[in-house]
């Protein structure tokens, strides 16, 4: 066993030994900074070099409570809290992290194996906490996942939310559990052979809870805009110690919790003038800290900036980022949906989910705010995180309706094949797995003129829908802000799973079979810009992906109504010595029936 502290120059230390606590806060703004302990004693942290409030306190320990009181009127919680059991408008406390013991020799899986389930702790379970996910721990295991991305954990106000909106980025949300049951879940996951990754939101802090205006300003800077106001200070005056901040707290993640990745939230909202980039900084430092360790960073940036990515473990590089042009192609030919970001798809969908399953990437973006543009050159396919739903994709609907609730269920069959049969890494969202009926709705637990703003924004939003625009205009959307919409989209537990969603488990779960079997052995030698695709009328597709040994993984679909066929020899040349490995609906000799597909391994001829 082990005990791993992560040292940083924020927040809370405790001593060698558990003998006292040094207290650190970075306030350039304050004129006086005092420590208020939980039993109300009161310590002087005078200010030191470049804004540098700091204290030692011989008699506090794990578990003391403190606040820090700022000019003698306003008590903050430590930004760099480990532990906030009320909130953020509450008391920080204390935590040693060396009390935990952790199992040595635990050094998580290589990109290649990754098949990612995303979680929210809140709504995996009845219960909503990492105790009562741990329980469910074997249950993913035997589907075929190897790694479980859990939705931002960062402490925000009230019980429920996405955690998008988190303001003290070190305090794991306290209606999940303790650090220490946090701890407990991961060491649980890596004992069944699961990497956890967690998702982090570093390009803004949420409206309420965040206290950082008030003492250290240089957080912030006007000369950037994101969609949530002034943008994060990476390469302004004091952006040092600001850099200083996320970066440690990816570190954090890593060290002390011993996650096995993280995925950056929306890094395109992330702006940085100067040089290094914190991007490039913060992936060079996470790979310094864990060498020996397979640990994975992944990116959402909405403009396909394929610069970033790089082979696993490359200093200033990241292993993938979210692809939503597979998703986008893949939601329009499955849901005939057209409106609002699909508008950019209803146009040859196939034909562009065609270039995503073979160079990645079918749009990207040059710049912030430019139009997007075909992508130009080939991007890994492993680089890429593909995936059916997401949190995103089905809770910023207006109903947080599920694909079952959009598109028949045979063509949900060939849907999830195309995604676990690919050479891309899967992405599950919970309950995706075995046909979930309950929604996954926008929620929040706002307060007062705060949620009221929650509620007129998203009428205003969905007002310009045409399918929507009824229900918003009469109010009858969800209620974002109510705890019947948190608990409307908890997940049925597995008793009360009917005979049609265990079908849908086991056929994801021999999907993911045949992926570690035939697939995952074969990754490391992809072909990276050798595959091919060719379309078969409207909605049909032939998909060839080649490995550096001469085999060759074939897909052939038809991604809707009536029947397609295939194409002659001399269009591309039949594979030889095929293993056919799954095959959906009606497949003939010289055709393919209504939302059928195909996949078989074999050789191309020399």
């Known amino acids: 066993m082990a005990a791993h502290v992560h040292r940083m120059p924020f927040g809370a230390a ?3 030994g558990g003998r006292g606590v040094d207290f650190r806060l970075w306030a350039p703004a304050a004129q006086r900074v005092e420590l208020v302990l939980g039993d109300g004693r009161v310590a002087g942290a005078p200010r030191g070099a470049d804004g540098w409030h700091e204290v030692g ?5 794990d578990g003391t409570r403190y606040r820090w009181r700022i000019d003698g009127e306003t008590l903050v919680p430590d930004p760099a809290s480990r532990c906030n059991p009320e909130g953020p408008h509450g008391a920080s406390e204390v935590v040693d992290p060396a009390a935990f013991d952790w199992d040595e020799g635990w050094n998580g899986r290589p990109w290649h194996e990754v098949v990612l389930y995303e979680l929210h702790v809140g709504c995996f379970t009845r219960q909503g906490t990492y105790e009562a996910a741990e329980a469910d721990l074997g249950a993913l295991v035997a589907l075929g996942v190897t790694a479980i991305e859990l939705m931002p954990l960062a402490s925000f106000p009230g019980r429920h939310g996405w955690g998008y909106d988190g303001v003290l980025p070190y305090a794991p949300h306290a209606a999940y559990g303790t650090p220490a049951q946090l701890k407990h879940f991961v060491q649980a996951a890596h004992r069944h052979g699961l990497m956890v990754f967690v998702d982090v939101v570093y390009n803004h802090f949420g409206p309420d809870g965040n206290w950082l205006h008030r003492y250290a300003p240089q957080f912030f800077t006007e000369r950037h805009a994101t969609p949530w106001g002034a943008a994060i200070n990476y390469d302004g005056d004091g952006a040092a110690t600001v850099r200083e901040f996320f970066i440690h707290n990816a570190l954090y993640w890593i060290d002390e919790f011993r996650v096995d990745g993280l995925r950056l939230d929306a890094v395109h909202q992330i702006v940085d003038d100067g040089a290094p980039h914190v991007l490039d900084e913060l992936s060079r430092r996470v790979r310094t800290a864990s060498v020996g360790r397979h640990v994975h960073l992944v990116l959402e940036n909405e403009r396909n900036d394929a610069a970033r990515l790089g082979p696993p473990a490359t200093p200033g590089r990241y292993d993938a980022q979210w692809s939503d042009d597979f998703h986008h192609a893949m939601h329009v030919l499955l849901s005939g949906e057209r409106d609002g970001y699909y508008a950019a798809f209803a146009e040859r969908p196939v034909e562009q989910l065609a270039r995503a399953l073979v160079a990645g990437f079918a ?9 997007f543009r075909p992508a130009t050159g080939d991007v890994p396919l492993t680089r890429c995180v593909i995936a059916l739903q997401n949190h995103d994709q089905v809770g910023n609907r207006a109903f947080g309706e599920r694909l079952l609730a959009l598109a028949p269920p045979e063509a949900l069959h060939v849907a999830a094949a195309l995604l676990l049969l690919a050479p891309a890494v899967p992405l599950l969202f919970m309950g995706e797995e075995f046909g979930s009926a309950r929604p996954f709705l926008h929620f929040a637990d706002w307060q007062g003129e705060l949620a009221d703003a929650v509620r007129a924004g998203r009428r205003r939003e969905f007002a310009h829908f045409p399918r929507f625009a009824e229900a918003a205009a009469h109010g009858e959307l969800p209620d974002p802000c109510s705890a019947a919409t948190f608990e409307r989209c908890k997940l049925e537990p597995p008793a009360a799973h009917t005979r049609e969603q265990r079908a849908w488990r086991v056929e994801h779960a021999a999907l993911l079979a045949l992926r570690k079997r035939w697939l995952v052995p074969l990754l490391p030698r992809l072909r990276d810009g050798a595959h091919s695709a060719l379309l078969l009328g409207e909605r ?3 998909v060839r992906w080649r490995f550096d040994d001469g085999q060759a993984l074939e897909a052939v ?17 039949p594979l030889i010595g095929t293993r056919v490995l799954h095959s959906v609906g009606t497949v003939q000799i010289d055709a393919l029936g209504a939302w059928s597909g195909l996949w078989q391994l074999g050789r191309e001829p020399a």
Do not use: F, I, N, Y
């Not at 749009?363 to 139009?371: F, I, M, S, Y």
């Not at 679909?557 to 040349?573: D, I, N, R, S, W």
């Open 14 to 16: 405790v001593r060698d």
């Open 363 to 371: 749009r990207e973006r040059p710049a912030t705010g430019a139009p």
């Open 57 to 61: 306190v011989d008699e506090a320990a």
């Open 557 to 573: 679909v038809q991604l809707g109504p009536g029947e397609q066929a295939l194409p002659p020899p001399q269009a591309l040349p």
């Open 540 to 542: 049909g597709l032939v």
